[in-house]
């Protein structure tokens, strides 16, 4: 079993920053690609990146693509999701997730094993 925790989520200005961290319990994730997804009210949960199990490997959705990194660091079981140049549309509750059954950082949300809670952003205009 793996236990996710993000945080770092909160209010912020269009334009503004924020970085989310989930850290991961239960069993170490160095071996494991991690996404993030994010879901808006009344939408379904989208891919927002996703990083290899070595972070050498990103990939991300194209309306995060020059705004948004994602990084990991293994030897504290924690990625990271820094996001810059927020707009009102990045609002939405977003959730880590651990991908146990695949080598490969992935963009479909059916192929991770575990998700955390996750935590609120709200981009005000």
């Known amino acids: 079993q793996v236990q996710l925790v993000e945080s770092g989520g909160g209010l912020v200005q269009a334009g503004g920053s924020l970085r989310l961290s989930c850290a991961a319990s239960?069993?170490?994730?160095?071996?494991?690609?991690m996404g993030w997804f994010r879901q808006a009210p009344g939408k379904e949960r989208e891919f927002v990146a996703a990083i290899s199990r070595d972070g050498g490997s990103t990939m991300f959705a194209d309306s995060v693509k020059g705004r948004f990194t994602v990084s990991r660091d293994n030897a504290k079981n924690t990625a990271y999701l820094q996001m810059n140049s927020l707009k009102p549309e990045d609002t939405a509750v977003y959730h880590c997730?651990?991908?146990?059954?695949?080598?490969?950082?992935?963009?479909?949300?059916?192929?991770?094993?575990?998700w955390g809670q996750g935590t609120q952003v709200t981009v005000s205009s």
């Open positions: 997730s651990v991908r146990v059954t695949g080598r490969f950082p992935s963009s479909d949300r059916r192929e991770y094993d575990y």
């Open positions: 239960g069993r170490t994730v160095s071996r494991y690609a």
